[in-house]
């Protein structure tokens, strides 16, 4: 009985490392252009002239203007909820209208970074664990 609960909490500390690290998503640190963002089809992070902050899937531009996608309850949906302009209810998404003179920067998902980091947290996690679990080889 003690090896399944050993082999558990084994199971249970990878599967939180990794579960914590999936959310991890690291953006450029310089700002780009609305129309460098709509190119690069990557997640990105707006921030207005009023220090407000929103996140969407992706930027786009129609004849009415910048526009930005985002989850149907995600929190830059909730924020622009007036400013919603069409449902999208296959993908749950929502396009929303960006006034353009109101966005102080842009900055995009750095692909590279976003997916090293939440590796190297992972394996640092699990050789943190093996250098500390001891393991009881003895069978008296």
């Not at 992706?58 to 996608?69: C, I, Q, R, S, T």
């Not at 830059?76 to 400013?83: D, E, I, P, R, S």
């Not at 966005?103 to 976003?114: D, G, H, M």
Request: proline share 2%.
């Amino acid at each position: 009985m003690k090896a399944k609960s050993k082999v558990f909490r084994i199971i249970s500390y990878l599967l939180t490392i990794t579960i914590l690290s999936q959310s991890c998503t690291i953006y450029k640190s310089s700002g780009i252009g609305v129309d460098e963002a709509i190119k690069s089809n990557n997640k990105v992070k707006v921030t207005t002239h009023s220090n407000q902050t929103y996140t969407f899937k992706k930027l786009g531009k129609d004849e009415a203007g910048v526009y930005g996608m985002a989850g149907k309850s995600s929190k830059a949906a909730k924020q622009l909820y007036n400013n919603i302009l069409q449902e999208d209810p296959v993908n749950q998404l929502v396009k929303i209208g960006l006034d353009e003179s109101h966005l102080n920067e842009i900055r995009a998902r750095n692909k590279t970074l976003s997916i090293l980091v939440p590796v190297i947290i992972v394996a640092a996690g699990v050789i943190i664990f093996a250098l500390t679990y001891q393991v009881n080889a003895s069978p008296w």
